[in-house]
DNA sequence: AAGTCCCC
DNA sequence: ACGA
């Protein structure tokens, strides 16, 4: 496709970061749309503590957490309807993210919506409760800068620092695609349209 | 364990 | 470290 993309950086095997690759005015706009239809939530962990990341899901299978579990589903448990459509602008950036990244062929059928403010972390966690994972994740920063981090296919270990601003494109698949990461505390910044928050866009292909 | 707590 |  475009070659043309030169400011992309391989953080390790499997992983690619493109900055400023993604339209982020464009994506804001859809955003709203679809959090009109599927708000913001905070889910429970299994043990019962809560996520301080506020989420939601648009695309066929949204991503659930609550005493229950971690699965996917195709309804909404707060509205009883299924996720808001994902937005053509949306799939199209995730399929051209991952193909300039060496993963042809994505087809994502889920995009987890998370929201961070000043404050909000994400613990080391992997992404594996798709069903498929020769597929990558593609994951798409919004808003104000994060301190990202990935380790390796274990949890413990050092880890390799990322810094995501918005517009920023990073795609993890092939030998990195169940590797452990997270996200470090979120400092106080602000954006000129986004104000003092991070948005996160990930794509999935859940089934 | 996508979190919390506790000790160095 | 914990117990999933």
């Given at each position: 496709?475009?070659?043309?993309?030169?400011?992309?950086?391989?953080i390790c095997p499997g992983m690619?970061?493109?900055?400023?690759?993604?339209?982020?005015?464009?994506?804001?706009?859809?955003?709203?749309?679809?959090?009109?239809?599927?708000?913001?939530?905070?889910?429970?962990?299994?043990?019962?503590?809560?996520?301080?990341?506020?989420?939601?899901?648009?695309?066929?299978?949204?991503?659930?957490?609550?005493?229950?579990?971690?699965?996917?589903?195709?309804?909404?448990?707060?509205?009883?309807?299924?996720?808001?459509?994902?937005?053509?602008?949306?799939?199209?950036?995730?399929?051209?993210?991952?193909?300039?990244?060496?993963?042809?062929?994505?087809?994502?059928?889920?995009?987890?919506?998370?929201?961070?403010?000043?404050?909000?972390?994400?613990?080391a966690h992997q992404d594996?409760?798709?069903?498929?994972?020769?597929?990558?994740i593609?994951?798409?920063?919004?808003?104000?800068?994060?301190?990202?981090?990935v380790l390796g296919s274990e949890r413990?270990?050092?880890s390799i620092?990322?810094?995501?601003?918005?517009?920023?494109?990073?795609?993890f698949g092939g030998p990195a695609r169940l590797f452990f990461h997270?996200?470090?505390?979120?400092?106080?910044?602000?954006?000129?349209?986004?104000?003092?928050?991070?948005?996160?866009?990930?794509?999935?292909?859940?089934?």
């Amino acid at each position: 496709m475009r070659d043309l993309f030169s400011d992309s950086v391989e953080i390790c095997p499997g992983m690619v970061l493109l900055r400023d690759f993604a339209d982020s005015a464009a994506l804001q706009g859809e955003l709203e749309s679809v959090l009109m239809a599927a708000p913001l939530r905070r889910m429970q962990t299994s043990r019962g503590s809560y996520m301080s990341v506020q989420t939601s899901n648009c695309g066929q299978f949204g991503w659930l957490s609550d005493r229950q579990g971690y699965r996917y589903s195709d309804i909404d448990p707060l509205t009883g309807e299924p996720w808001p459509v994902m937005p053509v602008i949306f799939r199209q950036l995730a399929e051209t993210a991952a193909e300039l990244a060496g993963f042809p062929g994505f087809r994502p059928d889920a995009c987890l919506i998370n929201y961070y403010q000043p404050g909000t972390q994400m613990g080391a966690h992997q992404d594996r409760d798709e069903s498929d994972c020769d597929a990558p994740i593609v994951s798409v920063s919004l808003g104000i800068n994060a301190r990202f981090f990935v380790l390796g296919s274990e949890r413990r270990g050092s880890s390799i620092p990322v810094n995501l601003s918005d517009g920023d494109v990073l795609v993890f698949g092939g030998p990195a695609r169940l590797f452990f990461h997270g996200v470090r505390k979120l400092k106080f910044s602000e954006h000129p349209r986004f104000g003092p928050v991070r948005w996160n866009l990930t794509f999935r292909k859940a089934l």
